[in-house]
């Protein structure tokens, strides 16, 4: 891998926190099969409601996007070297974003902006980002940093942070702070 210690350490803190749901050492569908009943317990969607399966349907693109293009050895599972070999060649060229990828950022601003008003506030950044783990004051202090002052985050802003996050090497890019971590 050519990354850069710093962004290895932001993709891995996202591959397993928020992607190897099973702790199993690779990404694979149980994976996101435990993640869609996390995410719909936290929203409170109920088996066989519209938003569940809404977001079984997504979260189903995104594995599948996922494993076309990260899981190299055609086994059903992406390692940490191709997870981290995915995201390198996206950050080299931020344009050839894939549908999944876009899917998966709006999935997650949809999932965080709970009050549904086109914006990312505290409150709802931190339920999502401490529901995988991240301890609540991190996940303020992250928020702090990534909205840069701002009461909230909008879905254009959260785009653009979201490229940094793959992107950036600067160790204090608002963007680095997404997932709810404060430093790597």
């Avoid at 996390?38 to 088996?47: D, M, N, S, T």
């Avoid at 997650?108 to 709970?114: Q, S, T, V, W």
């Amino acid at each position: 891998m050519s990354i850069s210690p710093f962004r290895q350490q932001k993709l891995l803190f996202l591959f397993n926190v928020f992607f190897d749901v099973n702790q199993s050492g690779d990404i694979d569908v149980k994976d996101f099969e435990l993640a869609i009943e996390r995410v719909c317990k936290l929203r409170g969607w109920e088996k066989d409601t519209p938003k569940n399966k809404e977001t079984y349907d997504v979260m189903m693109e995104i594995w599948n996007g996922l494993r076309s293009k990260a899981d190299k050895d055609n086994d059903g599972h992406v390692s940490k070297d191709e997870w981290c070999n995915m995201w390198d060649a996206y950050a080299k060229d931020p344009s050839s974003v894939m549908d999944w990828q876009n899917a998966y950022m709006n999935f997650m601003f949809d999932l965080e902006d709970a009050s549904h008003d086109g914006g990312i506030d505290v409150t709802e950044f931190t339920l999502v980002c401490s529901s995988y783990g991240v301890e609540k004051g991190e996940c303020e202090e992250a928020f702090g940093k990534m909205a840069q002052g701002q009461t909230d985050v909008t879905r254009e802003q959260f785009a653009a942070l979201w490229k940094e996050y793959f992107a950036s090497e600067d160790l204090n890019a608002p963007g680095n702070f997404i997932f709810g971590k404060t430093s790597f």
